[in-house]
């Protein structure tokens, strides 16, 4: 088992990458695109991009699921191929789009296939040993917040040759990332390690329902709390930079990088460590308590020069998923990896399809209301954050007792179990 960063685990780190950078590439030329559709009206195009989003959100949470549950039954890698070749079409059909629709179409195949990042982590988890798979899923996450830093900056830079430049752009990288995974990703999931698929595992509503056999439901909880909190920051920290602080759309991209550069090093170079020395648990319970801090600061805060100074504090806080989903692994057998991972990628997009409307209503009835910038009813939106990680940190300590790690606890056991039979 590899315990390092191998080959393959490039590829998947890659394929995080895109997933991100070909969501960002697109962004700084949507309002261009969409306004050519509607007139020249950038207010309309507002109004499209938000149902693009909820669209795109919807596939992910739909898709998710399914794509986790098939990697379980054929294997990691024909989903994974077959993803990446689907992601390649959508964006070159969406840079040759003529009419709207089309851009529908291709968001909702784009929603469907970012789905992969829980067939990558399903197949490090084959790939890994309990003890280094939460380092491995912070590869991921970091290469996901490379993306994050990359796909804006780059994009922009495309939008002056128009603005369907990025797409095509994003097309190229999506089938460089295929190649990568045809040349350098072998099959991680044995045989006999598959299993049949049923409605209960690829229904998108299951971990409402019920949750993958060994993992505390308290987890799936912590983590959907953690990521409603945590997509205030997609959602409103624009606009809010803009109102409170006065930025230009310059700064806000600087925090934008700010923040997915302290993303990278955090998962990259903290978490591992960190985990393997406090447990997982503990990881997320302090990621937590420095969230809700930090959110609470910034209902408050005037100073845009100490919010960019704090920024770190939310990039930590941004492990607490990670966290959460390596404990969770641990727990399960090697044949429901993949639909662990579905789970918690579907438990995600619908928080996203939640979370992006409720914080953005909210920010906008406070000022639309008589609210002013300087005041809390600009942060309202941090306010809700700070209880929704409040929620997901109570959670956690009432239902789960942090500790040592997984294999900590294991030894644990084993040692008393030893001690009862000798005795």
């Given amino acids: ?21 070909g969501l960002g590439l697109i962004m700084p030329v949507m309002p261009e695109l969409l306004a050519g559709f509607q007139g020249g009206s950038i207010a309309k195009a507002a109004a499209i991009g938000g149902y693009l989003s909820l669209v795109f959100a919807a596939m992910q949470f739909v898709f998710s699921p399914i794509l986790g549950a098939l990697s379980d039954r054929y294997g990691r890698r024909p989903i994974l191929l077959g993803s990446l070749a689907l992601a390649s079409a959508d964006y070159l059909m969406m840079a040759m789009a003529p009419y709207l ?14 789905a992969t990042l829980s067939v990558s982590n399903a197949y490090l988890a084959d790939l890994s040993s309990k003890d280094d798979r939460t380092k491995l899923f912070g590869y991921v996450g ?5 993306g994050f830093v990359m796909g804006p900056f780059i994009g922009g830079l495309l939008g002056t040759y128009g603005p369907r430049a990025p797409f095509y752009a994003a097309s190229a990288l999506s089938f460089a990332a295929l190649l990568g995974t045809i040349l350098f990703v072998q099959e991680s999931l044995p045989e006999e390690n598959r299993r049949p698929i049923t409605w209960k595992i690829i229904n998108p509503l299951g971990p409402l329902l019920s949750r993958v056999q060994g993992v505390p439901l308290a987890l799936f909880a912590v983590y959907f709390f953690d990521a409603l909190a945590g997509f205030v920051f997609p959602a409103v920290w624009a606009y809010f930079g803009a ?3 006065g930025w230009d759309s310059t700064t806000i991209g600087l925090s934008f990088g700010i923040i997915g550069i302290c993303f ?5 170079a903290i978490l591992g460590p960190v985990a393997k020395r406090i447990g997982n648990l503990n990881v997320a319970a302090l990621g937590l308590s420095l969230g809700v801090a930090g959110f609470l600061t910034l209902v408050w805060l005037q100073s845009g020069l100490f919010a960019l100074i704090l920024l770190p504090i939310f990039a930590f806080r941004a492990i ?8 969770s692994s641990a727990q399960v057998d090697p044949d429901r990896q993949g639909e662990l991972q579905g789970t918690f990628a579907s438990l995600g997009a619908l928080a996203s399809l939640v979370s992006f409307p409720m914080m953005t209503q909210l920010f906008a009835a406070q000022l639309s ?15 809700l954050a700070a209880g929704l990680g409040s929620l997901a940190l109570l959670l956690l300590i009432a239902t789960v007792k942090p500790g040592p790690t997984t294999k900590g606890d294991e030894a644990q056991h084993d040692h008393v179990e030893n001690t009862g039979k000798t005795k």
């Fill in 1 to 21: 088992m590899p315990k390092g960063f191998d080959r393959a685990t490039a590829v998947i780190c890659t394929i995080a990458i895109l997933n991100t950078m």
């Fill in 101 to 114: 629709w089309m851009i529908f179409v291709g968001r909702m195949l784009s929603g469907a296939s970012s």
């Fill in 142 to 146: 970091a290469a996901a917040g490379i």
């Fill in 243 to 245: 109102a409170r602080y």
């Fill in 264 to 268: 990278v090093l955090t998962q990259a």
């Fill in 320 to 327: 607490v998923g990670i966290a959460i989903v390596g404990e």
């Fill in 369 to 383: 209301n008589g609210g002013s910038a300087n005041t809390w009813h600009s942060g309202a939106p941090f306010l």
